[in-house]
């Protein structure tokens, strides 16, 4: 069970490969068709995963994984639980602009909004962002998908902005820890 990294294998010209990552597998594979169907200018690779880690069989084969996204349904335990096991297998070089969470169902109930900080002050302890999805509408997925080909397209450094760092500042600047000591 090796650490996943992102700067193990050569990049491939004009290609991008994201890791799509959810326990239960229901908007997975809705967001991973949006992805390939949004964009026209590059390769793009989706791959799909459970959770981490990748099995070592087709190590060798598998591309280079610019981002990982993990995605969590607030109305499960199970799927926040399963995100935060993953980030174990992930190599450190994937926490400095490579990784991001999508979360689904914010608007539920007290449950979800609990979950809701858990995962904030998750993605605030790696500098990551956190997109929330509507999932149950088509524009939703469509929202969620050209924001994760933004950050993707600046992880993979197809991108004239200047650094990944810089970029992904701009979503994380609201959700460093000092801010969840107010509530």
């Known amino acids: 069970m090796a650490l996943l990294t992102p700067y193990?294998?050569?990049?491939?010209l004009n290609t991008a490969t994201v890791l799509l990552v959810e326990n239960e597998e229901q908007f997975q594979s809705r967001?991973?068709?949006a992805i390939v169907q949004r964009e026209?200018?590059?390769?793009?690779?989706?791959?799909?995963?459970?959770?981490l880690p990748l099995p070592v069989e087709n190590s060798e084969t598998r591309p280079r994984i610019d981002l990982v996204v993990f995605i969590v349904n607030l109305m499960s335990e199970r799927s926040?639980?399963?995100?935060?096991?993953?980030?174990?297998?992930?190599?450190?070089?994937?926490?400095?602009?490579?990784?991001?969470f999508v979360v689904t169902d914010a608007r539920c109930g007290a449950v979800a909004q609990e979950r809701l900080l858990s995962v904030r002050r998750l993605a605030a302890s790696h500098r990551c962002p956190v997109i929330c999805a509507e999932h149950q509408t088509e524009d939703?997925?469509?929202?969620?998908?050209?924001?994760?080909?933004?950050?993707?397209?600046?992880?993979?450094?197809?991108?004239?902005v200047a650094t990944t760092a810089l970029y992904l500042s701009t979503f994380t600047r609201c959700t460093f820890p000092s801010d969840f000591d107010e509530d």
Do not use: H, W
């Open 31 to 33: 967001l991973a068709d």
């Open 40 to 51: 026209k200018d590059i390769n793009m690779n989706v791959r799909l995963a459970r959770k």
């Open 80 to 100: 926040l639980q399963a995100a935060e096991n993953s980030l174990s297998y992930l190599g450190s070089d994937y926490f400095l602009g490579k990784l991001c």
């Open 140 to 160: 939703g997925v469509t929202t969620t998908a050209m924001r994760v080909l933004t950050i993707l397209k600046v992880s993979a450094g197809l991108s004239p």
């Open 8 to 12: 193990s294998k050569i990049p491939e």
